[in-house]
Antibody
């Protein structure tokens, strides 16, 4: 069945880097835009970034622009998020989600904690 | 950026009753509006897209309406599984933006 599985979360110090991954299965990955959406503890949802189906266009939220990089490998059905210069306010569960407009399918998320 | 505002923040409803949730956009999003359900400890799940189209396998007791700046999600007869947080989200513009959520709790 259609599935997204995130990995790579953990505890990281402020200013450091972390790379998240999302493995997709059960659908034609290369035809869908892919997103990262995050949720700080006890808070609402915040869209982070999108990469178009072919990887040629990427858009970021202002809060992460210049620090985060989204990428994809259509040959391996994987999505990535490289996060640099992490801040305490980046602490959240990070979900990958698929959809060309709205978010059809979500992974279960991976927790990133930025703390010294 | 388009600001999405949901009301009320919390809605207390008895099982079997109707729940009506509202979502307002700071500017027109046409019908490019989705609703999601998030149960505790789970990822969000798509309920409605295009303001009124139910996603796959979503029960008919969930319905959406509205356009431009005013939207409504109605749950006609609340079941135990429906007590959750509901988010609206616009996809007319970048960045994609969500409302702050409405928590539907048991009265």
């Amino acid at each position: 069945q259609m599935q997204l599985v995130e990995s790579g979360g953990g505890v990281v110090q402020p200013g450091k880097s972390l790379r998240l991954s999302c493995a997709a299965s059960g659908f034609i990955f290369r035809t869908y835009g892919m997103h990262w959406v995050r949720q700080a503890p006890g808070k609402g949802l915040e869209w982070v970034a999108v990469i178009y189906y072919d990887g040629n266009k990427k858009i970021y939220a202002d809060s992460v622009k210049g620090r985060f990089t989204i990428s994809r490998d259509n040959s391996k059905n994987t999505l990535s998020l490289e996060m640099n210069s992490l801040r305490a306010e980046d602490t959240a569960v990070y979900y990958c989600a698929t959809g060309n407009w709205y978010f059809d399918l979500w992974g279960r998320g991976t927790l990133v904690t930025v703390s010294s | 950026e388009i600001v999405m505002t949901q009301s009320p923040a919390t809605l207390s409803v008895s099982p079997g009753e109707r729940a009506t949730l509202s979502c307002r956009a700071s500017q027109s999003v046409s019908s490019q509006l989705a609703w999601y359900q998030q149960r505790p400890g789970q990822a969000p799940r798509l309920l409605i897209y295009g303001a009124s189209t139910r996603a796959t396998d979503i029960p008919a007791r969930f319905s959406g309406s509205g356009s431009e700046t005013e939207f409504t999600l109605t749950i006609s007869s609340l079941q135990s599984d429906d007590f959750a947080v509901y988010y609206c989200q616009q996809y007319n513009n970048w960045p994609r933006t969500f409302g702050q959520g409405t928590k539907v709790e048991i009265k």
